[in-house]
């Protein structure tokens, strides 16, 4: 007997929660049931996490956490709680298969059959954002060895274990050379520890279009968080419906399983949603947690019901489909068809799956790092940066610290900038010995002493470094 948290969630959650664990107890599954409340009703209590710490303690006791989707309310101060539970609970892989049903749900892509591995962890959703300046807020894009380093192991061992051939990887570095480029450098690394599976790069946005075109090209594909929120969404809409596919958000000690859609308030409390996306969330959890015979049942069942042409709203065709069912009636089909194999589906058969095992991260030995300089991001209304420049070259000190380049919105504006370039009111000054070499922290805090003497308005600093003699910036565009 396992012990699982269970939230109901809101919008379709409650109805599409009801019928997986109705499902779930006719197939004998052998889980007891924590149930806790998360979402909507919480945030509204004026709890901004939308979850209590008596709730937090129940999900890591369990470590087992089965959930339906939740509405983030709209606007500042409230924190999603699907990005933080699965930060704080340090669940770093979001596997989300997505399988085509052809010929029983109409899709363009009759052999399609791929998993989506996205890191859930940092990315642009560490939720760091400033407003800066009247017209210019930013988000912070985190990327991590160790969180790259995890994500795209834990990509190969499940091609491995799972018997898949291929991983892919998308990035965009030809343009975020530092961070997508180390998510690509060690995809390199790692991929020639595993010689008997293909690897392959793509960028993503033509990544993107090839996979939405011919996905059948694709097996396995690890992405950085964001665009793996993204096409994972992509991929389960073009099997049939958004409503078909599961996730499971894996972490060394917790694990959470949920469907990939969201709450649907639109369709809520009219027993029209799809439950299968959470029912294959709970498929996932009983493989997870060894009750694979039973993880055979409910999939097996789930496939002769689909089979069967018993299909909820979202995938209803007329001339595909028999019998159009509400979420109630096509749970109660699953529970009919429990211990039956589908016909024209090749029934499933779940081999002992041992919960993936990854070595620890060891980090390696520090590099020799080196400042080397400074951007000092200014706040200014003007729009000639030759005027700027003038003025920023008054606090030019006497270590030989000179400005190199100002850049806006991260393009080259001074020196020899184009009179066409746009402007908004946020300007990058970089500063840099002129032979390019090491300056020290007090250098930085007289320039910016400097800079207040002036009256310029600095809104933050960020420091160059080099690494091993290898520069950890980027150059500006133009540069
Ligand atoms: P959504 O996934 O809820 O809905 C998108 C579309 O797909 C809608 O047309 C909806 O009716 C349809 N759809 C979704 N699930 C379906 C199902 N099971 N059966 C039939 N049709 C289905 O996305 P949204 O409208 O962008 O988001 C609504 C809310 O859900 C937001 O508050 C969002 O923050 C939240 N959300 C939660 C999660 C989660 O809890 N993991 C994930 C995504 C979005």
Request: glycine share 8%.
């Amino acid at each position: 007997m396992t012990r699982i948290t269970v939230a109901k969630g809101d919008g379709i959650g409650p109805e599409i929660m009801d019928a997986t664990l109705n499902i779930l107890f006719a197939a004998g599954a052998q889980i007891e049931i924590d149930e806790i409340e998360v979402g909507a009703k919480v945030y509204l209590s004026g709890n901004s996490s939308g979850i209590s710490l008596t709730s937090w303690e129940t999900i890591r006791k369990n470590k087992v956490f089965l959930k339906a989707p939740i509405t983030t309310p709209q606007g500042g101060g409230y924190k999603s709680l699907n990005v933080s539970t699965r930060k704080f609970l340090g669940l770093y892989a979001n596997v989300r298969p997505c399988k085509s049903l052809y010929p029983f749900v109409s899709t363009k892509h009759p052999v399609m059959d791929m998993v989506i591995v996205r890191e859930n962890e940092e990315d642009l959703y560490a939720g760091i954002e400033h407003q800066q300046t009247d017209e210019v807020v930013q988000c912070l894009k985190l990327i991590s060895r160790p969180g790259c380093e995890k994500i795209i192991r834990y990509a190969f061992e499940y091609a491995k274990d799972q018997n898949r051939k291929k991983v892919s990887c998308f990035t965009k570095d030809n343009i975020m050379k530092q961070t997508d480029g180390l998510f690509h450098q060690i995809f390199d690394e790692i991929a020639k520890e595993y010689p008997e599976i293909e690897n392959e790069h793509w960028i993503v946005d033509i990544g993107a279009a090839k996979m939405a075109d011919t996905p059948e090209d694709f097996d396995v594909i690890v992405m950085p968080n964001l665009y793996g929120d993204v096409l994972s969404d992509v991929a389960a809409q073009i099997t049939g419906s958004v409503g078909l596919a599961g996730s499971a958000n894996i972490g060394e000690e917790c694990s959470m399983f949920e469907a990939i859609h969201g709450s649907a308030p639109t369709i809520s409390g009219k027993n029209v949603a799809n439950p299968s996306g959470l029912i294959q969330g709970a498929i996932l959890m009983l493989n997870h947690i060894g009750q694979i015979k039973i993880a055979e049942k409910v999939q097996n069942a789930w496939l002769k019901t689909i089979e069967e042409g018993i299909h909820t709203n979202d995938i209803f065709k007329e001339g595909t489909s028999k019998q159009k069912v509400g979420t109630k009636e096509f749970a109660q089909a699953v529970i009919s068809n429990l211990g039956k194999t589908p016909s024209l589906f090749k029934p499933v058969i779940y081999k002992n799956q041992s919960q993936l095992k990854l070595p620890k991260y060891v980090r390696k030995p520090a590099a020799n790092k080196k400042l080397v300089g400074v951007d000092v991001f200014v706040h200014w209304n003007g729009s000639d940066p030759n005027e700027l420049a003038e003025k920023v070259m008054l606090v030019e000190n006497k270590n030989n610290i000179k400005l190199n380049i100002i850049t806006n919105r991260g393009i080259k504006v001074w020196p020899d900038g184009f009179k066409e370039t746009f402007c908004t009111d946020h300007w990058r000054c970089r500063f840099k010995k002129s032979d390019s070499t090491e300056i020290t922290k007090a250098n930085i805090i007289t320039l910016l002493q400097q800079c207040m003497i002036e009256n310029i308005d600095t809104i933050k600093t960020e420091n160059l470094y080099s690494f091993d003699g290898k520069a950890g910036y980027s150059l500006g565009q133009g540069q």
